[in-house]
């Protein structure tokens, strides 16, 4: 004889099979752990959900960077910035405006911030990160190197690496971002902070991997020194 069973039973248990199957799933949208950084990256659950990484991996594409130093939309803020400014990491031009909040001059007043310059941001260190990047990012405003790892803080908040882990640094510095390293701009001659020291529209970087001359603008990659006319 077959049983059935009574239909407030059934009922029930139809109410309760969608609770049970989402049990373990996490809410996001502000629901709870919404601000949490289960992965000490840098980004809360939810920052993690806008940025696209995993909340449970500091670093989810494996290239060394926490995902937090990130920078997803090239606009030379990274992705933990971005998300703490309220500006969108996915967006190049929606940026952080620097100088602006507490500690600005009052509109028309014209006083500098802070006591420095026109308003300029205050560099105390000299890194290249403000004294105000470096109190949210939570590095050293008077130390370059607060990880002391050999790269200064603005170096490695440029170049996508961690000014906090001395485990982690930019592979190379690349000040100008010619692909050529600061090291070798020294040794050859040419300027770590001019991508095209010889203004003729190649990068050093580029005429180096050619074999022409950075340090020349008559010879380029299209006119390498020795080539026959």
Known sequence: MTQRL?????????????????????????????????????????????????????????????DGDEDNDLDGVDNGDECDQGTDPNDGDDVPAEGEGEGDPAEGEGEPAEGE?????????GDGRSDADEEVRGTDPTNPDTDGDGDS????????????????????????????????????????????????GASDGDEVACASSPLDPFFTCDNPPGQCP
Do not use: K, M, Q
């Open 6 to 66: 009574p239909w407030n039973t059934l009922l029930l248990a139809l109410i309760a099979a969608p609770t049970l199957l989402t049990a373990g799933c996490r809410y996001y949208n502000d629901g709870p752990g919404c601000d949490e950084d289960w992965d000490d990256d840098g980004l809360s659950i939810c920052d993690e959900a806008r940025c696209g990484s995993d909340d449970e991996d500091p670093d989810t594409d494996d290239d060394g960077v926490l």
């Open 153 to 200: 803080d603005g170096a490695e908040a440029d170049c996508g690496s961690s000014p906090l882990d001395p485990f982690l640094t930019c592979p190379e510095t690349d000040s100008d971002g010619d692909g050529f390293a600061d090291a070798d701009e020294a040794a050859r001659g040419t300027d770590p902070n001019n991508a095209d020291t010889d203004g003729d």
């Open 117 to 125: 310059g026109e308003g300029e941001p205050v560099d105390t260190d």
